[in-house]
């Protein structure tokens, strides 16, 4: 399906040079991020406390905060989540305190501040089973504030989720690898698993640079990207190759160029129909979903990026030719035959 059909080939490859180096400086800036800045860990990595809580009115961000802070427990975040009447506590790992004893003082000293006290009591769940929770009742019988869960996440069970995190995306990339090499050839293999970590190293300056909190559903997203990104290389890979089949006379730039022109109606299409949702969910998501959706956002867009500059560009200059393509038979009188004869498809 295509929009709009563009009749002359762009030369995206005569600009392939200044591209990459732009390309290469923003590569290096993102690993100068990471390394002197770092990535700002969820409590899901680090290890810490969890409470979400309800106010049965619209919840006073900045006075729980506020309420929270003055603790002592470190830096805390204190966010919306769902609704504006549920708000989630973050609290980092705190001496040798008993999460429940945590959880507890807490509480407490946000009822006080609603100029209530902590009672128990017992609700019905969904599965009709009865659960006691906290809540904070005042002097006139008001509930301004329910405790709704509680969780916590010790060091070393985060420390395992970082190393499975690092290791799921080393299985990654290399199964990216070899599924290229075995579908293509190893010269796209290597300029197509480039593009893709110059994608991941992207999302993770930025996440580094502006010190955004970095957390499993944001681990999802880099996944996520590193299979979409591909498969806007694979695309182009697969029109490269069909070009060499169809175009003899073309030299391997002018080949490149009529396989992403060709492709450009197509990206505009899948790219521009996945933007909108990813902007959806970051818009209307929530809390939950907001940096889940921005490393998506980021990804999306230098993946369209990497995967026409930094991926052909690299098969490019690796020296990707016709016959690492397209296999040629032999004849009877030991003279290749047509080397579309005996092309792979």
């Not at 019905?124 to 509930?143: F, L, N, P, R, W």
Request: hydrophobic fraction near 50%; charged fraction near 20%; include cysteine.
């Amino acid at each position: 399906m295509e929009f709009f059909r563009i009749k002359r080939d762009i030369p995206f490859m005569k600009h392939a040079l200044i591209l990459n180096a732009v390309s290469f400086i923003t590569f290096i800036a993102a690993v100068f991020f990471i390394v002197t800045r770092g990535l700002y860990f969820s409590i899901e990595f680090t290890g810490g406390t969890v409470i979400e809580l309800e106010y049965a009115q619209a919840a006073d961000i900045a006075k729980t905060r506020e309420v929270v802070e003055h603790m002592g427990f470190g830096e805390v975040q204190v966010t919306k989540f769902g609704t504006s009447h549920d708000v989630l506590i973050r609290l980092p790992l705190r001496g040798e305190a008993k999460a429940t004893d945590v959880v507890a003082r807490v509480f407490g000293e946000l009822c006080k501040a609603e100029s209530g006290t902590v009672s128990a009591k017992q609700f019905v769940s969904d599965k009709g089973e009865a659960i006691a929770k906290q809540v904070c009742t005042t002097a006139a019988g008001v509930e301004p504030l329910k405790l709704q869960r509680s969780e916590f996440v010790g060091p070393s069970v985060g420390a395992e989720l970082a190393q499975d995190g690092a290791k799921a995306l080393l299985v990654t990339v290399v199964g990216i690898m070899i599924y290229l090499a075995f579908r293509f050839e190893w010269k796209f293999a290597v300029a197509g698993i480039v593009a893709n970590l110059h994608d991941v190293v992207i999302i993770l300056g930025f996440f580094a640079f502006f010190q955004w909190e970095f957390s499993l559903s944001v681990l999802a997203a880099v996944l996520a990207v590193l299979g979409y990104s591909v498969n806007e290389s694979v695309v182009i890979f697969d029109r490269i190759r069909e070009a060499f089949r169809k175009f003899r006379k073309m030299n391997t730039h002018e080949i490149i160029d009529h396989a992403i022109t060709s492709t450009t109606s197509r990206t505009i299409i899948t790219h521009g129909s996945t933007l909108m949702m990813v902007l959806a969910m970051l818009f209307f998501g929530g809390q939950t979903l907001h940096y889940f959706a921005v490393a998506l956002s980021i990804g999306i867009l230098f993946g369209i990026y990497s995967s026409v500059f930094v991926a052909a560009a690299i098969a490019m200059w690796l020296g990707v030719k016709r016959e690492d393509l397209i296999k040629t038979t032999v004849n009877k009188d030991g003279d290749p035959d047509d080397p579309n004869a005996g092309a792979v498809v």
